[in-house]
């Protein structure tokens, strides 16, 4: 079992920039690939980023893709998501979550391919 916490959350105006992090405890951080998630109200989960679990290899959703980065530092049991150039279309509630899935990254893209999650943390972007 692993457990998350994310943090980093909260109010940005368009433009600007936010660090998401999500700290890890319980089994081995490094054998996990990680993932973000969001969900913005009314609209259904979606797949923001995913990362695999030696940070050699990532995999973005077109929507982020250029203004998000994804990393990972296994020393510290963290995975960490860089939003530069936020827009309103951004704000959503954001979860990291941990996939056991051995397969290509950027086909680990699916909810149901993970199965630890984070209680999530929102982020609000103004106009």
């Known amino acids: 079992q692993v457990q998350l916490v994310e943090s980093g959350g909260g109010l940005v105006q368009a433009g600007g920039s936010l660090r998401l992090s999500c700290v890890a405890s319980?089994?081995?951080?490094?054998?996990?690939?990680m993932g973000w998630f969001r969900q913005a109200p009314g609209k259904e989960r979606e797949f923001v980023a995913v990362?695999?679990?030696?940070?050699?290899?990532?995999y973005y959703a077109e929507s982020v893709e250029g203004r998000f980065t994804i990393s990972r530092d296994n020393t510290k049991n963290t995975a960490y998501l860089q939003m530069n150039s936020v827009k309103p279309a951004d704000t959503a509630v954001y979860y990291c979550?941990?996939?056991?899935?051995?397969?290509?990254?950027?086909?680990?893209?699916?909810?149901?391919?993970?199965?630890?999650w984070g209680q999530g943390t929102q982020v609000t972007v103004s106009s």
């Open positions: 990362i695999s679990w030696s940070g050699g290899s990532t």
């Open positions: 319980g089994r081995a951080f490094s054998s996990y690939v």
């Open positions: 979550a941990a996939s056991s899935v051995i397969a290509s990254i950027p086909t680990i893209r699916h909810d149901i391919q993970y199965a630890y």
